[in-house]
Antibody
Framework: QVQLVESGGGVVQPGTSLRLSCAAS????????MHWVRQAPGKGLEWVAF????????YYGHSVNSRFTIDRDNSRNILSLQMNSLRGEDTAKYYC??????????????WGLGTTVTVSS | DIQMTQSPSSLSASVGDTVTITCRAS??????VNWYQQKPGKAPKLLIF???SLQSGVPSRFSGGGSGTDFTLTISSLQPEDFASYYC?????????FGQGTKVESK
């Protein structure tokens, strides 16, 4: 079945790095635009980053721009998020999500269950 | 960035009620609004895309409308499984933004 499974979350200290992964199965990953969306405890959804199906476009939210890097490996059906210089405000559940939509205009209809990142000293 | 202002932040309703949630964009965004439902501890679920198109598998009691800057999500004949949080999201800009969310609670 269509599935996204995130991994790599954990408890880290401020200023350190963490790499999240998202393994896709059950659909043609290489045709999907993919996003990371996060949700701080008790808060709303915040869009983090996007990578196009063909690696040609990447966009980032202002709060993570220059600290986070989104990447994908279409040969292994893996999406990743490299997070550097982590801050307390990065504490959240991180979801990977996607849709077969080359221009990323119609939302995301496939979601993972999320992985939790806690940044604390 | 395009701001999405969603209202109300919460509402109380009964099974069978019709509920309307509104979302206002800080600039015109054509029809590039999507709506999601999220239940506690779960991932969001896409309900409506392109302002008014129903995502496959979503019950027809959910409907969306609007264009430009003002958008609505309407739930007709609210069901017990509809008590959840709802979010609008704009995809006009490459930098997506979500509304603050609306929690629909049982009266």
């Amino acid at each position: 079945q269509v599935q996204l499974v995130e991994s790599g979350g954990g408890v880290v200290q401020p200023g350190t790095s963490l790499r999240l992964s998202c393994a896709a199965s059950g659909f043609n990953f290489r045709t999907y635009g993919m996003h990371w969306v996060r949700q701080a405890p008790g808060k709303g959804l915040e869009w983090v980053a996007f990578i196009s199906y063909d690696y040609s476009r990447m966009y980032y939210g202002h709060s993570v721009n220059s600290r986070f890097t989104i990447d994908r490996d279409n040969s292994r059906n893996i999406l990743s998020l490299q997070m550097n210089s982590l801050r307390g405000e990065d504490t959240a559940k991180y979801y990977c999500a996607g849709r077969e939509d080359h221009y990323s205009k119609y939302g995301v209809d496939v979601w993972g269950l999320g992985t939790t990142v806690t940044v604390s000293s | 960035d395009i701001q999405m202002t969603q209202s109300p932040s919460s509402l109380s309703a009964s099974v069978g009620d019709t509920v309307t949630i509104t979302c206002r964009a800080s600039q015109s965004i054509s029809n590039y609004v999507n709506w999601y439902q999220q239940k506690p501890g779960k991932a969001p679920k896409l309900l409506i895309f392109g302002a008014s198109s129903l995502q496959s598998g979503v019950p027809s009691r959910f409907s969306g409308g609007g264009s430009g800057t003002d958008f609505t999500l309407t739930i007709s004949s609210l069901q017990p499984e509809d008590f959840a949080s709802y979010y609008c999201q704009q995809s006009y800009s490459s930098l997506w933004t979500f509304g603050q969310g609306t929690k629909v609670e049982s009266k």
